[in-house]
């Protein structure tokens, strides 16, 4: 299995950063994709930010140029900076990871953290 832990979301003012981070473990074979999704109360889940294995990334277009996904420091980790945040960023932010486990290698699931809440105050 692969577990997913989020950590970083909290309260905040209009304009200022955030950083979230989400840590796979388990017995992980190999993970090529991580992605943040967030899920506005009330709302559709919406893809905010993705990175490959190799380090390509790809945006929604309304965090583009104030969001940043980045692999963190550990292996099989990602970080989302959030600038310039707005209410309209509030959300349940909940990281993805797309891989497969050393039990079936070549068979890749989606994985779920259980969620960080952000709240943006104006």
């Known amino acids: 299995q692969v577990r997913l832990a989020e950590s970083g979301g909290g309260l905040v003012q209009t304009g200022r950063s955030l950083r979230l981070s989400c840590a796979a473990s388990?017995?992980?074979?190999?993970?090529?994709?991580m992605r943040w999704y967030r899920r506005p109360l009330g709302k559709q889940l919406e893809l905010v930010a993705s990175?490959?294995?190799?380090?390509?990334?790809d945006y929604a277009d309304s965090v583009k140029g104030r969001f940043s996904i980045s692999r963190g420091n550990g292996e099989n980790t990602v970080d989302l900076e959030m600038s310039g945040l707005k209410p309209g960023d509030t959300a349940e932010y909940l990281c993805?990871?797309?891989?497969?486990?050393?039990?079936?290698?070549?068979?890749?699931?989606?994985?779920w953290g259980q969620g960080t809440q952000v709240t943006v105050s104006s």
């Open positions: 990175i490959t294995k190799e380090g390509r990334t």
């Open positions: 388990g017995n992980i074979y190999s993970i090529n994709l």
């Open positions: 993805n990871a797309v891989g497969s486990t050393w039990d079936t290698p070549l068979d890749e699931y989606d994985y």
